[in-house]
């Protein structure tokens, strides 16, 4: 029977396994979208393209299944870039859809066009174009299957509008066929033997292709062993921050006592992650290319392993194929490093209680404690960029898989798009967006998003009047010169009334348990403005502080 190359496209979204898609609808693929009226596949409609990608990227940083992003040509793409640099740096499985303009018309610069295949190719790990209906099973079956194997990340698949009508006979799509890879014997013998003879050994986890039984199996090969772990920047939901084993983030602003141990131990193994610049604290935890640590690395693509760093054994795997094979292994009956471990974790629990004092009305510090005391184990934090999100990095202790969605890209604008995601993916699930008064209006008229589909989610915008990261950096090098960083900000409490939701302005410590309260209790999405004095930019330091340093 023929179908319709936007009916192919709904057809082979459905037989590989999609349930949802974010998108902005454009005229350049109204085919697709009608094919949609009789699917059932949900459609988040959103406000812009960035926010729809960061959507997407979302559903995939939490399912590890392709997240769907559909967006139209020309600004609507480009909006969607900001979404798609997310999922690239940070290696999550994604799929943008891109409506191009019609075959006949490509290469005269015609009405938005763009040629992606050129534009796009640094933020994605395929870029495609699919000319002939007849060919898009083969496309989308590759495009599921290049974002989840090796290295997960985004692909691009552009539709020419008129390819989207055309009525052809196709295949019958079958779902993707996601690529493993398992170490050899040898390989974790070679590991055993590095292990049981190393003194100040120590577990990096961090990157994505994880799930609930992989991170269970960490956590029993650490127990087994009495290792020290800890996860690399924004991936602490992969072990639990209140076991004997965890020593901490390995990310911005790292404990200095958990950078000394990263220095000085014998035996680093990295699982998962690239230790690129931010867990690298600027590529000074190891040396470049040959690290003074024995390096194992255990990565799900080849081409990474031996990129920045040479390993002394390099496992090409993912965490979900690797960690199975460290079930059999006998640990030491007393590992000469237990008590490194204990003095790690112990280090930890210090560097994470949060301090006595800050300036102003409104003392982060115990909102953190109100937030730990007071939300669920299995409650989804997220965040975009920027010195708010240390107080939630450094002091909130994540205790289970699937718990944070965050960008280690440093992108501003996500918390807010990925809460939503989060919501609509969990909806029996308590979700909290962090945000900073910039951060949010990158991407904060999702809200509206939240409030169309019904997605009572709670975010906390933390106001102090200025990009905060941007100007403590101007008050280190450039003290007292203010330039291009402070903002004037709406009534966000009003802001959220006015999109229906509910709203709340904090501005002492004591208002935030009720407000939060209430903002629970209202069932519709809320947003609580928390005020915060300027000069705490930092759990530590203040800005003038920061600028005093520079200027004596």
């Known amino acids: 029977m023929k179908r319709t190359g936007g009916q192919l496209i709904v057809e082979a979204l459905k037989a590989n396994g999609v349930k ?41 940083r939490l399912t590890s299944e392709p997240g769907i992003c559909m967006v139209t040509r020309g600004p609507g793409a480009t909006n969607a870039s900001a979404g798609l640099h997310i999922a690239m740096q ?13 075959r006949d018309a490509r ?10 295949r050129r534009a796009f190719t640094e933020f994605s790990k395929w870029v495609g174009e699919i000319d002939d209906a007849a060919r898009i099973p083969e496309f989308v079956s590759r495009a599921f299957a290049v974002a989840t194997s090796g290295r997960p990340g985004p692909v691009v698949l552009t539709l020419p509008e008129d390819m989207l009508r055309d009525e052809v006979e196709a295949a019958h799509p079958r779902h993707y066929m996601p690529v493993a890879a398992h170490p050899g ?4 013998d070679d590991l055993y033997g590095r292990l049981t003879s190393a003194e100040r050994p120590m577990v990096i986890l961090g990157g994505t292709r994880w799930n609930e039984k992989s991170v269970a199996e960490i956590r029993s090969f650490a127990e087994r062993f009495q290792l020290p772990v800890g996860c690399s920047f924004r991936r602490q939901m992969l072990f639990d921050h209140l076991h004997d084993s965890y020593a901490g983030d390995v990310g911005i602003g790292i404990n200095p006592a958990l950078a000394k141990e990263v220095k000085e131990a014998d035996l680093l193994i990295l699982i998962g992650g690239r230790m690129s610049e931010m867990p690298s604290s600027g590529y000074t935890l190891m040396d470049i290319p040959y690290p003074k640590q024995a390096l194992v690395h255990v990565y799900p693509d080849p081409s990474e392993l031996g990129r920045v760093y040479r390993p002394d054994l390099a496992i090409c795997a993912s965490p979900a194929d690797f960690t199975a094979a460290l079930a059999d292994l006998e640990a030491p009956v007393e590992p000469c490093w237990a008590g490194r471990t204990k003095q790690m974790h112990d280090a930890y629990l210090k560097w994470s209680t949060t301090p006595e004092t800050s300036p102003g009305a409104v003392h982060m510090g115990r909102i953190m404690d109100w937030i730990e005391a007071n939300t669920p184990r299995d409650a989804i934090f997220t965040n975009g960029a920027g010195n708010y999100a240390t107080w939630l ?44 008064d910039g951060c949010f209006m990158m991407h904060g008229q999702e809200f509206a998003t939240a409030v169309q589909y019904g997605l009572p989610l709670i975010a906390l915008v933390i106001n102090n009047g200025m990009y905060g990261t941007i100007r403590m950096h101007q008050e280190r090098e450039y003290p007292g010169r203010v330039s291009a960083t402070a903002l004037s900000n709406p009534d966000f409490a009003a802001l959220a009334r006015a999109y229906g939701g509910h709203g709340e302005t ?42 005093r340093t520079k200027s004596g």
């Open 107 to 116: 290469e005269r610069e015609a009405f938005q066009e763009v040629e992606f």
């Open 20 to 60: 949802r898609i974010s998108c902005v609808p454009g005229e350049s693929f109204l085919a697709v979208l009608d094919a949609l009226h009789d699917s059932d596949i949900d459609v988040l409609v959103c406000r812009q393209e960035g926010g729809a990608a960061m959507m997407a990227d979302a559903w995939g």
């Open 506 to 547: 904090v501005a002492t410590t004591e208002e935030f348990g009720p407000a939060f309260e209430r903002a629970r209790a209202s069932g519709k999405p809320a947003i609580i403005e928390v005020k915060l004095d300027p000069e705490a930019i930092t759990p530590s330091r203040t800005l003038a502080e920061i600028s």
């Open 393 to 436: 990095h450094r002091f909130h202790r994540f205790r289970r898989f699937n718990t944070q969605a965050a960008p280690a890209s440093g992108s501003m604008g996500y918390g807010l798009p990925a809460a939503v995601a989060a919501k609509q993916l969990f909806p029996e699930r308590e979700v909290i967006c962090f945000a900073g």
């Open 90 to 102: 940070d290696s999550i499985p994604m799929i943008l859809f891109i409506g191009q303009v019609q």
């Open 185 to 188: 014997r040898s390989q974790i």
